[in-house]
DNA sequence: ACCTGAACACCGTTCAAGT
DNA sequence: ACCTGAACACCGTTCAAGT
């Protein structure tokens, strides 16, 4: 329902049609219908999780950062609805688990690890998922207006923040 | 309304209460919901950018840009529902008109142009915008959850950037 | 224990009717 | 030209009643 429609169409009665209940019957397994977007968030944060962990097999990290963060890009936009659940900002409650964006990006820390060695790792980390989630989501919200082409300033930043991370000579 | 209730809040029934019509008379104002909520982010944007234009005066580029980068967080936190208007995924008709954004961010791509030279103003300056807006969607949606000091994070890859996209020896 | 029908309070939007 | 009342089609959610 969300690939076909967007969040609108994630609908309490059209959830319900699709399974076969009424929707009164939903609440019997999730308190409404904001948690069962966290929830579709959270499965979301596993199969962008399983399309990143392969490229942390790349033996130079520098490239393994960079092949990470294409397939980042990638994702987002082959499944642009539910990249928009990742970071949406849906009550406290009903956010997508902790533990499901931590494996995520469990093998982004480990590539940052390698390349800026471990205690850069975390601060790394988010400074790389900041300019691609910021990168991705102007790009799905049709921001870049100015003319040119996105992908070579994508392309350009993950250089530049590889390049900086880079501890070695 | 919007600051206070967040989007959910902003409803044609309380907008037209509020500016004392009823609710079938915004109809002959605006189109619809989406567009009234796309004209509030062109409003959005306006604030922004007069708040960002000022760290322009900074004659050294580098510290412009970071005044910069900061003042935009700063808004962001300040008005974090507003914000979240920004790059909202609205019908494309509804989104918040071109120009607007265009306006706020004249006074990155003339930092960026003097820091790294007009030729690459504009890649440096989407480089730049993605960061700072992934880093603030983020923080804004609770996703920074593995411990540590984000804004540490955050003066960092401001750091890290300014210095790449530094152009002087 | 689980599902349902009916109801409640609320939406966005349309439109004929008023002035 | 502008505003309104009434209506329509749809929401999310609750709850007593069934099985």
Redesign the interface.
């Known amino acids: 329902l969300l690939d076909e429609g967007g969040p609108d169409a994630v609908t309490m009665l059209a959830v319900a049609e699709r399974v076969g209940v009424q929707a009164p019957s939903l609440y019997k397994r999730v308190p409404g219908r904001a948690a069962l977007l966290g929830l579709v968030g959270g499965a979301a944060f596993d199969e962008l999780g399983a399309v990143l962990a392969p490229c942390a097999g790349d033996p130079d990290p520098r490239s393994a950062l960079r092949g990470m963060v294409t397939a980042y890009r990638a994702w987002a936009h082959a499944h642009p609805r539910a990249y928009?659940l990742l970071?949406?900002?849906l009550p406290?409650a009903a956010?997508p688990p902790?533990d499901h964006?931590?494996r995520a990006?469990a093998p982004l820390l480990g590539v940052i690890a390698r390349l800026a060695g471990p205690h850069r790792a975390?601060?790394g980390a988010?400074?790389v998922?900041?300019?691609?989630?910021?990168?991705v989501?102007?790009e799905?919200?049709?921001?870049?207006?100015?003319?040119?082409d996105?992908a070579?300033?994508?392309d350009?930043?993950v250089d530049?923040?590889a390049?900086?991370?880079d501890r070695r000579p």
């Not at 799905?140 to 040119?148: H, S």
């Open positions: 928009g970071f949406a900002d406290a956010r902790a964006g931590a990006s975390l601060e988010r400074v998922t900041a300019f691609a989630h910021g990168f989501a102007m799905l919200a049709g921001a870049f207006r100015l003319g040119g996105p070579e300033a994508f350009a930043g530049l923040l390049a900086a991370l």
